[in-house]
């Protein structure tokens, strides 16, 4: 009778192991799957941190940038510039920008004048050297009334992109693709030594491209702008 008494009592703290243990697997288990929630969690929120940040740095910088000298038409005797011409190029990483009217603006002031959107449009196709070229191309294309270097002033203030480096002929900048963003002045536009001249590039995403410079005393035809 008293071996029974102890078996029995064996058997009794045997089921009492198993059931701790069965117990304590359940709380590992649970612990495990709250702890691979939480950093589920975590993952998730530094991952749209990331794009937040990210987004918001391509919308505090230009998708295009500055890439040489800008250049001008020179009237001599008048003193004045015909027109201007901006080199410009996608940066570093940036996507492509298509450059058609629609998706463009280009905001336009000087000393005297302010113009919201001057821009006429963009010349796809082939590739120009000269300042002179693309602006007899722009008259051919409709978006001046005359060439401003070769001839007289365009009625009005109007500014158009030229590609210097095409690999597509169509209206967007691609990567390795160079272009000049030309400013034809109308007569009464024409800006002076010492005039400051202001233009801004407003695309769909990204910051504007501001563009400021100080028109030096015009004694050529070809005039640095730096």
Excluded: C
């Excluded at 008494?5 to 009492?16: E, M, N, P, Q």
């Excluded at 304590?24 to 612990?31: E, G, K, P, R």
């Excluded at 295009?64 to 008048?78: W, Y």
């Excluded at 120009?128 to 009625?155: C, E, F, K, R």
């Amino acid at each position: 009778m008293k071996l029974q008494r102890k078996g029995t009592r064996h058997s009794h703290r045997g089921v009492i192991g198993v059931e701790s243990a069965i117990v304590m697997i359940a709380f590992v288990i649970v612990a495990a799957a709250l702890a691979f929630v939480v950093l589920n969690m975590g993952f998730s929120t530094t991952q749209k941190t990331k794009n937040a940040i990210v987004s918001s740095a391509d919308e505090a910088s230009s998708a295009l940038e500055i890439a040489g000298k800008i250049i001008g038409s020179g009237h001599i005797t008048a003193g004045k510039l015909n027109a201007t011409a901006v080199p410009l190029k996608i940066v570093s990483g940036g996507q492509s920008i298509n450059l058609n009217p629609s998706n463009a603006a280009i905001r336009y002031l000087s000393n005297s004048v302010e113009h919201g959107n001057i821009y006429a449009g963009a010349i796809s196709s082939g590739v120009h050297d000269t300042l002179a070229s693309a602006m007899q191309a722009s008259v051919t294309a409709g978006y001046i009334t005359s060439n401003p270097v070769n001839a007289s002033s365009p009625s009005d203030t109007k500014a158009v992109f030229y590609f210097n480096v095409n690999r597509n002929d169509n209206f967007i900048l691609d990567q390795g693709e160079h272009g000049m963003l030309a400013i034809a002045f109308s007569e009464s536009e024409r800006p002076q030594s010492l005039d400051i001249i202001r233009a801004e590039v407003i695309l769909p995403t990204g910051a504007p491209l501001s563009i400021e410079r100080t028109v030096p005393n015009i004694s050529s035809s070809i005039v640095d702008l730096g």
